[in-house]
Structure formats: C-alpha cells, structure tokens
C-alpha cells in the first residue's frame, strides 16, 4: 500500500508570513502525528490527531495549529512565521497513535 | 511529565566494535518503539518490545525491554557503516507516544 505523502517537500517564506503544509495518511490509518526536527536533534511533538480530533498536543505556541479532516488527511499551519521555525516537519501515521509509526519524508521549511 | 532519557547522545566508533545505547524512563510503558532514522528521511521502525524482560534480536541488533517496562536498550555486535543513523525510541502511553531525543551513531570504516 502507499505510503504517508507530504507535500510540498520543500518551502522557503519569510519572516511574518504564513505556511500550510498537508499530510496524506496511509490508508486506513485514522493517526497523524506531527513533528518538528531542526538538524542534529530528535523530534519534537507538535499534536496528534485522530478521527478528526485533536487528541494530544505538545509544547508549541498558538501559532502552530492543525486539523485533520474525514479522509483523515491532515494539514498543519503555522502562523507569523519565526527565523527559528526553521526545520523539518515530519507527519507519521498509525492505525491508533501508538503503535507503529510510519514517517512522511518531511517538509523542509526555511524561514528567512 | 512523561521523559524518556537516551544515551549516549552522540557515539563515534569504529566498524567492527560493539556498541550499546539505553532508553531510560522513572514511568512505566505499556511498549516501546525503536526507530533509526537516516539523513533526509522520516524514522523508520527497528523492533516494537511490549512485554517486560522481551529480547528481540535482528541480524546483529538485540533489543531489550527492562523486567519493569521503564528502560530499553539497543546492542549493535560488529557494528557496520550502515548502521550510521539516529536511533530514536519511543514509549507508549495512554494513547500517546514519548519519544527520546536520540543517540546519532556514527560508524567510521
């Protein structure tokens, strides 16, 4: 079966400007977790949504945010873009959140 | 708050060598995840543990789940220079994941 799609895989905004980047689920998969990574670390929880609600959320301002909608695809927006926003952006889908994962390839996001 | 420690953060050595790295948590998961994730590519999954005590080998990675389900490690035996990568665990939850902040292993030829 397919596997998760990001898309775009690379964006370049400026400061103060906003992004929306879309995630496509395995099918069948009813999870989608987002995550940011900047170079050299691990990743860092944005939120969880499942069945359209969002059901975990991490440490981040307001001014990221998502949805996820019946076909459970899922987008992520980040407002007011930041220099520090600066990363990889990684969907990952799972049939409950938490079991296997199964990664995107990313969104690379540079905020200049 | 739910934390899972990993260490080494970072380990350089050479082919050939054993290495092992550790996943340690003061909370109980119900599973934990192994991830390697290579430069410009999404995690992928190594091995799930769910049960305490488990030891899970593949080819010449063991996994081991602590008896109380709070600790995991990871042993490479003769590593080789594909085994570069972030390793990342992760412990389920209560219908959530915690992830480690990984140890990037570096494998020199």
């Known amino acids: 079966k397919a596997g998760v799609t990001q898309t775009p895989r690379y964006l370049i905004k400026t400061r103060g400007q906003q992004v929306t980047l879309s995630c496509s689920p395995i099918?069948?998969?009813?999870?989608v977790s987002w995550y940011q990574q900047t170079p050299g670390q691990g990743l860092q929880f944005l939120f969880e949504?499942?069945?359209?609600?969002?059901?975990n959320k991490g440490n981040f301002p307001g001014r990221f945010s998502g949805r996820q909608f019946s076909n459970s695809r899922s987008e992520m927006n980040v407002s007011t873009l930041e220099l520090g926003d600066s990363a990889l952006y990684l969907c990952?889908?799972?049939?409950?959140?938490?079991?296997?994962?199964?990664f995107g390839p990313g969104t690379r996001l540079t905020v200049l | 708050t739910q934390l899972l420690e990993q260490s080494p953060q970072f380990l350089s050595i050479q082919e050939g060598e054993n290495l092992t790295v550790y996943c340690n948590s003061s909370s109980v998961f119900s599973s934990l995840q192994w991830y390697r994730q290579e430069p410009g590519e999404g995690p992928v999954l190594l091995v799930t543990v769910v049960t305490g005590g488990e030891v899970k080998k593949l080819k010449r990675l063991t996994f081991q789940f602590g008896d109380a389900r709070k600790d995991s490690s990871l042993h490479i035996t003769a590593a080789q220079p594909g085994d570069t990568g972030l390793y990342l665990c992760a412990g389920g939850s209560n219908y959530q994941l915690i992830w480690g902040a990984g140890t990037k292993l570096i494998i020199k030829p």
């Open positions: 949504y499942f069945s359209e609600t969002q059901r």
């Open positions: 990952a889908s799972s049939s409950d959140g938490v079991n296997e994962q199964f």
């Open positions: 099918s069948g998969h009813r999870s």
